[in-house]
Structures are given as C-alpha cells and as structure tokens.
C-alpha cells in the first residue's frame, strides 16, 4: 500500500480534492434564492442570485477543467487553472456569512498547501504539501474527538438525536427513533467521539494496520453524516488529505527507526 500511495497518492488526493470541489459548486448553486440573503447581506438585492450562480457555477466548471487538465494536460496548464479555482473557492467562502463547515476550511487549506507546493521543485512539491494536510487533519480528528468528549451534551448520550431533529441538518423521522431507543442514542453519540479519537492513538502506533483501520471508519462516517445530515463534500475533501496521513505515518516511522 504504501509504495503504491508513493506512486499514486498525489494523484487520487488532488482528483479526491477536484471533485468535492465539484460536489460543493454544485450543491452552492443549487441553493435557492430564499437563502441568499443570509450569505450575501451586503450586496445588492438584483444582483444576488446572479452572482451566487455565476460565482458557484464557476466553480464546478473549473473543478472539471482542472481534473481534465490535470489528467491530460501539462504541467502550466493544470497550475493555472487549480490556482484560478483556489481564487474562486476562496473568494465564495469569503463572501459568504452562513454555512461554511469543516469541509469548507480543509478544502481552503488544502488549496493553499498545493499551490505552496508549485513553488517547491521535485517531488518535494508533492510529497510536503501531502505531509501537512496528513497532519492537519490527525489534528483535526483528535481536536473534534476531544471536544466532543469534553462537551456533556456528547456525553450525555443524546447529541445526535438532538442534532437530526434541527432543521439544517436533521432528519427528525431518524431524530425521532433514536430518541426513543436511548441506548441506540447513546451508542450513535459515543462512537464518533471514540473513532476520532482513535484516529490520533492509531497514528502514534508503529504499524500501519491500525491507522488504515481508523481511516476506514472516519469515512465510513462521513458517508453516514453525508446520508443523514446532508454533508456530501464532506466525504472526499478529508478523505483527499488521507493518502497524506499514511505517507506521513510511514515517513514517521522510518524515521523512528533510524
């Protein structure tokens, strides 16, 4: 696995990357113009709606572009265009007010880190930028882990019922059953608390097993919140910088060992 990640993990990260960029233009696009005043208060009335679909439109244009260029074009080719998409997708989470989420912040990061990356020569220009988002993203799991777990509404043991009864991101019918299994509540709240935090415990570990099997689960869930909350981007941008976390456990590793 790792030789292959080696070999293709620039690769699957960046398409992982171009895609839930695709996934986020359109579902943004899709939005309708009720919303719109929430994102863009400042802007005139008339020109909201042309605006938030030219602007999301763009950019799942550009996400396809990028990917075909990538695939198939040259090098100058491809750099243009991911640096003319990160411009956009920076520019859309600087206009909005409401609705930016976790995906949102790791797709902006992971934008910044690759562009970095162009100007390092070699395999250099990869493989760093892969190592950071690894990292980041290790952080990201355990930092959530412990909040949760540090948040006596997780610990109480009925946080996601509560959170699929709320209108922006519920689906009361499953709120509701879990609501009235308890127990099954409190399982569907403790388990994201211990795979988060299982992600940061695998990583610390010599062996790569663990880690792949921490991994796993973490996009297992997110396939779960993108079926019950609505979180579809959510899925491939972590999972984007995951080729990153193994490269960067097995760099640590080696390391260790001498």
């Not at 030219?54 to 080719?77: C, K, P």
């Not at 519920?170 to 409190?186: F, M, Q, S």
């Amino acid at each position: 696995m790792i030789q292959l990640l080696e070999t293709y993990g620039y690769s699957i990260a960046v398409t992982l990357l171009l895609f839930s960029t695709f996934v986020s233009g359109v579902e943004l696009a899709s939005i309708r113009g009720l919303h719109i005043d929430l994102v863009f208060p400042h802007t005139a009335r008339m020109n909201k709606r042309a605006l938030w679909l030219g602007l999301h439109l763009a950019e799942a244009s550009l996400a396809v572009l990028t990917w075909i260029a990538f695939r198939y074009g040259q090098a100058f080719q491809f750099r243009l265009l991911f640096l003319l998409l990160g411009a956009v997708v920076a520019l859309s989470y600087r206009l909005r007010t409401a609705g930016k989420d976790g995906a949102d912040q790791v797709r902006l990061l992971s934008y910044l880190a690759y562009a970095l990356g162009f100007l390092l020569s070699g395999s250099d220009g990869e493989r760093i930028p892969m190592y950071f988002l690894g990292g980041q993203i290790v952080i990201a799991y355990g930092t959530a882990g412990m909040v949760k777990a540090l948040s006596k509404y997780w610990r109480g043991g009925h946080a996601v019922s509560r959170i699929l009864s709320i209108y922006s991101y519920g689906w009361p019918r499953v709120g509701n059953v879990l609501a009235a299994h308890p127990a099954l509540d409190r399982m569907c709240s403790y388990s994201p608390i211990v795979m988060m935090l299982f992600v940061p415990v695998a990583f610390l570990l010599p062996f790569h097993l663990p880690l792949v099997a921490a991994l796993g689960l973490m996009f297992c869930f997110h396939l779960g919140a993108a079926a019950l909350m609505g979180l579809n981007d959510f899925v491939a941008t972590f999972s984007s910088a995951y080729p990153g976390v193994i490269l960067l456990h097995s760099a640590a590793i080696a390391w260790l060992q001498g």
